[in-house]
């Protein structure tokens, strides 16, 4: 496979990419990023470009709430945590609708989502009018990678596509679940566990 190098100036090929079932990989406000369009086939290559477990669900992007509330089931507390932190660097657990394919999450009942806060991310999404699977553009068991460079070294020939920019992060996004009552912080990132308590009051 030959992985060909873009510039943001080419969203609509980026978009055709996407649209067709190919996978490419762009900076986001936190790690580079690798993306797909929620399509079985085009999902199954993202796994193998990085080798990652099958068994893991790949997150989701959206452009903001009201797709969120497309594809998952929002309590009244996520809503506060989501007028607070989105966009940012925060993924949230949902519990999914069923109209979203279990293929896409793996079997399980519930979908990771995160709205960046990048606007030609958003505006991306936007144009193609449905989420997006993105998750860190790297070798699993490595770590995330912030350099287009260095994401192009380790992808080189496994992906169709690269955004020649560097990522805006230094670190992945804080992960909670917020699928049942109870919500859990899976993972801390920039935004601290104190900065979600205080905005669920």
């Known amino acids: ?3 060909i190098r873009y510039t943001k100036m080419d969203k609509q090929e980026i978009i055709n990419i996407l649209m067709t079932g190919g996978i490419l990989a762009f900076p986001t406000d936190t790690v580079f990023g690798l993306a797909c369009a929620m399509d079985r086939d085009a999902m199954k290559k993202v ?3 990085k080798g990652r477990d099958f068994r893991k669900p790949l997150p989701v992007m959206c452009d903001g709430p009201e797709m969120i509330r497309r594809i998952a089931y929002v309590s009244q507390e996520a809503e506060k945590i989501m007028d607070r932190f989105m966009p940012g660097a925060l ?14 999450t793996q079997g399980m009942k519930t979908i990771g989502i995160r709205v960046p806060d990048d606007e030609w991310i958003l505006d991306l999404i936007k144009e193609l009018g449905r989420p997006i699977m993105v998750t860190s553009a790297n070798i699993s068991g490595n770590g ?3 350099k287009w460079e260095d994401v192009y070294a380790s992808m080189h020939g496994r ?5 020649t920019e560097d990522a805006k992060g230094e670190k992945a996004s804080t992960i909670i679940d917020v699928s049942t009552d109870e ?3 899976l993972r801390e990132g920039p935004i601290r566990i104190e900065e979600i308590k205080e905005a669920m009051k």
């Open 183 to 185: 919500i859990r912080v």
């Open 47 to 49: 796994y193998k470009a």
């Open 159 to 163: 992906i169709d596509g690269i955004v």
């Open 91 to 104: 993924t949230m657990v949902f519990r999914k609708k069923e109209e979203v394919d279990d293929c896409f």
């Open 1 to 3: 496979m030959r992985t």
């Open 144 to 146: 995330s990678l912030l």
